[in-house]
């Protein structure tokens, strides 16, 4: 078969913006507060997760491009876009996503609450009675912990800190000393609630009627500045750079170094102003000026700054029958006893959430317990607070196991819980490392060294996922527990590359970054170009949160010039166009967005029909191909292998929540047809 001719191609016409890719992404989501076959207040939830996602997308990703912009304006990314195009074409794409938001949750969402008896009740419509109570409540509970600021040269405009609540008042009149000043900002501690619910036993009010904090501050603000009158009170909210300048190499004490600067976080650059719609366009200039930021970075908000808060609604509300269906992942009947005997006969996968976690835990509590288990190495990126991983590390440690613990401790957001595992583990006597210095160790993996009658024995744990019981409840990833000696062999090795010094060792069996995976990935895919080439099939299956490293998306492009047949699984960002004529034929991109994150990476190659599985915590970005330390794991048992390859087809099967990627970088539905919702499916077919 002769190569396929060159097309001369354009860096835009060749690769998706990956920014403007993770804002679709979250249309995706928050298109499911609109799908009425999805429980009312799961809806509700999905509202939320869109608002907290773009809260991050700016305190990171825009962050980044704002200074990106400032440092080197003319620098151009993989699809050919300076900084300040990039940042024009995100503001018009996030404006109207925002404004979709708002009136998802003003005509939608409110009423079909209202109509099942749960309301935001907004101040016309407080009863007598209501008003009475809620005055009563601003006195006794607020108005103590509010520090209203009058804003004259005695009293500069304070600091704003980080996606805080605040209310900027508009004053006439003089105060007791005379002083007449035009404005006052008023700050909403974190510690008050955000969202207040009525008594039923006050007259007037149903049973979950709520009212927002912003309203109760707005309709008693006049009481915080007697003798004067407030005729405006507008709350606003500003978001700031939250991505951390650390230099590592310059560090003494990593764990020192972090917890100097994560302070810093609450007080960076501002990125985004959010203010209520009705705000005077007089108040919003002279909040963007104090700011620093332009007219495009400011958001007008039709309702609370924060839709992020209303997360604790469906907790309120006893209501079931407006909730997903419980359901109660299982434990595969292998694993509820003797785990080492059952990894010993053979590998053992797991898959969240449709199976528990639970054997995960109880495989370190055994080996904690277990007189001949002599140590345990144990990477930890997000762990989530009390972590009953962490609880049976200590008990390993305190019961005089060797305990080697990795933890991340530049996990994003997951800092200060780092720091503070790392404190305990230290307590006891673990030994602990944060990694390599300039390399995040994203790895999942645990190593059981044990001593048996034919010698000392390891028993391995490798997943696509954290460490963190309660996302494994609602995340989707595979867990792998084997015994085979050249898989622990090498998961030792990788564990020594992390707790010491040495060259890089050859692995036998897995893919490493930032070493080998992405050599393997190319040489895997290029076997495939290479079959096809001989008049063979060629098929690869990936799927993943984020796709997009150039020179993968190249090879995928020459895979489908070729002929192989290309289908990717993509939740999140992904910056290749499918569908282009001479181009990416052959390829495929969908998302499946629905109850749980799809979270695992599994890459599938056809191999002339010896069908090659891979598992992994990386994605295909750079960032994990060559900036993270990472593992890739085959899956050679063949049940396992099979099932999982069910499964990737069952995802490619799914017409009911998934979303095929356009080449324009549009997402559209496809006709439901009979394809049933592959997570469903599985939570049917749970063990």
Known sequence: ??????????????????????????????????????????????????????????????????????????????????????????????????????????????????????????????????????????????????????????????????????????????????????????????????????????????????????????????????????????????????????????????????????????????????????????????LAEEMQLQAIDIYSCNGPVNLMRLMQVPDLVDRPELKYPAFASRTPKALTGDLFAAIRQKDQLLHHPYESFAPVVEFLRQAARDPNVLAIKQTLYRTGPKSAIVEALIEAARNGKEVTAVVELRARFDEEANIDLAEQLQDVGAHVVYGVVGYK??????????????????????GTGNYHPRTARMYTDYGLFTADKQICQDVHAVFLQLTSLGKVTKLHKLLQSPFTMAKGFHARIDREIENVKKGKAGRV???????????????????????????????????????????????????????FLEHHRVFSFHNDGSTEVWLSSADWMERNLFRRVEVAFPVEDKKIRARILEDLNGYLADTAQSWILQADGNYLRPDKGEGKAIQQKLMDEAP
């Open 1 to 286: 078969m002769k190569n396929p001719p060159a097309l001369e191609l354009t860096p835009a016409e060749l690769f998706l913006n990956r920014e403007l890719s993770l804002l679709e992404f979250n249309r995706r989501v928050l298109a499911q507060a609109l799908d009425e076959t999805v429980p009312l207040l799961e809806r509700l939830k999905f509202l939320c997760i869109s608002s907290s996602n773009l809260d991050e997308f700016f305190e990171i990703r825009v962050a980044g491009l704002q200074q990106m912009a400032e440092i080197n304006p003319n620098q151009r990314g993989s699809d050919g876009q300076t900084p300040g195009e990039l940042l024009a074409a995100i503001g018009s794409r996030a404006h109207g996503l925002v404004e979709e938001q708002y009136r998802v949750f003003n005509e939608v969402l409110i009423p079909a609450l209202e109509n099942e008896k749960i309301r935001f009740v907004r101040r016309s419509e407080w009863t007598t009675e209501q008003d009475a109570w809620l005055r009563s409540y601003f006195q006794n509970e607020l108005a103590p912990v509010l520090s209203p600021i009058g804003l004259d040269p005695a009293h500069p405009f304070p600091r704003i800190l980080n996606k805080s609540l605040n209310f900027i008042v508009s004053l006439s009149g003089k105060d007791a000393f005379g002083r007449s000043t035009p404005y006052a900002i008023v700050q909403a501690p974190r510690a008050l609630p955000r969202l207040i619910q009525i008594p039923k036993t006050v007259e007037g009010s149903g049973p979950h009627d709520f009212v927002f904090l912003s309203s109760v501050i707005h309709a008693y603000v006049d009481e915080l500045f007697p003798g004067m009158e407030a005729s405006g009170c507008f709350q606003f909210r500003v978001t700031r750079n939250s991505d951390l300048a650390l230099d590592e190499a310059e560090a003494d004490d990593l764990l020192e170094e972090l917890e100097d600067v994560l302070a810093q976080r609450q007080w960076g650059d501002t990125v985004r102003l959010e203010v209520a719609h009705n705000c005077p366009e007089q108040l919003v200039s002279y």
């Open 441 to 462: 160790t994203h790895a999942k993996m645990c190593l059981i060294v044990r001593r048996e009658e034919t010698g000392l024995k390891h028993y391995a744990h490798l």
């Open 541 to 595: 299956i990936a799927k993943m949160n984020s796709l997009v490293e150039p020179e993968i998306i190249q090879a995928l492009y020459r895979a489908s010039q070729a002929g192989v047949q290309v289908d990717c699984i993509v939740r999140g960002m992904c910056s290749l166009r499918p569908g282009v004529k001479g181009l990416s034929d052959h390829i495929t991109v969908r998302s499946i967005v629905g109850r």
